[in-house]
């Protein structure tokens, strides 16, 4: 019953760095997405993937890219990390872009 | 940037006390989710709601759509320890090439012993 899978839990960049946030669910879900939660802002999209081969941007796309080369897998990756990406990140799957989303635990990444 | 409006920010209770929350917005949604985070973890869904003035309730949940299509109200009856966390409402808004999910910033709750 493993669900929305992330890795890792936590991270610490300096900055100019870049890494790559592991994101996997066995759910058979087609749309996956990326948001990332600051104190106070709740939490916004950064990028999504309604299936395989198809990205899209969300509401805070800057800084990031993301690929989907298979169902299962939908990395993030921060290319020169900077300290305004200092943020909890979490990756979500779900059937369609409009009901109910499954949350991964998240990663809690700091860029000093 | 943001569609949905949360409040309160944040609430303090006295255990065994009632709680309500609510989430409004300028558009109309056909859909509205209420979540709720505990600390160190994602977010998980505790309530669906998906038909104007639907009521539906999960356990000590009781959450109602509102029949402008605009607000959505969350509701826990005699509170416990255990319901700390941060809430969310949700809803889908048609951006790009699909649907995605727009949260609220969230409503903080503490629950005092």
């Known amino acids: 019953n493993a669900g929305v899978t992330q890795t890792p839990k936590f991270q610490v960049l300096k900055t100019g760095q870049s890494m790559t946030l592991q994101c996997a669910q066995d759910m058979n879900h087609e749309y996956m997405s990326w948001y990332r939660q600051d104190p106070g802002m709740g939490l916004r999209l950064i990028h999504y993937?309604?299936?395989?081969?198809?990205?899209d941007q969300g509401e805070v796309p800057n800084g990031y890219n993301v690929s989907r080369s298979t169902t299962e897998d939908f990395p993030l990756r921060l290319l020169s990390a900077a300290p305004s990406q200092t943020s909890v990140y979490f990756c979500?799957?779900?059937?369609?872009?409009?009901?109910?989303?499954?949350f991964g635990q998240g990663t809690r990444l700091t860029v000093v | 940037g943001q569609q949905l409006n949360q409040s309160p920010q944040s609430m303090f209770i006295q255990e065994g006390e009632d709680v309500s929350m609510n989430c409004t917005s300028s558009s109309i949604f056909n859909t509205w989710l209420w979540y709720k985070q505990d600390p160190g973890e994602g977010p998980v869904l505790l309530i669906a709601?998906?038909?104007?003035?639907e009521l539906t309730s999960n356990g000590r949940l009781t959450a109602q759509f509102g029949t402008t299509r605009k607000d959505s109200f969350l509701n826990i009856s005699a509170s416990i320890p255990s319901d700390v966390g941060i809430y969310f409402c949700a809803g889908p808004i048609s951006s790009g090439s699909a649907r995605q999910l727009t949260f609220g910033s969230g409503t903080q709750l503490t629950v005092l012993p």
């Open positions: 979500a799957s779900s059937i369609g872009g409009w009901g109910e989303a499954f």
């Open positions: 709601l998906y038909k104007a003035g």
């Open positions: 993937s309604v299936g395989a081969g198809i990205t």
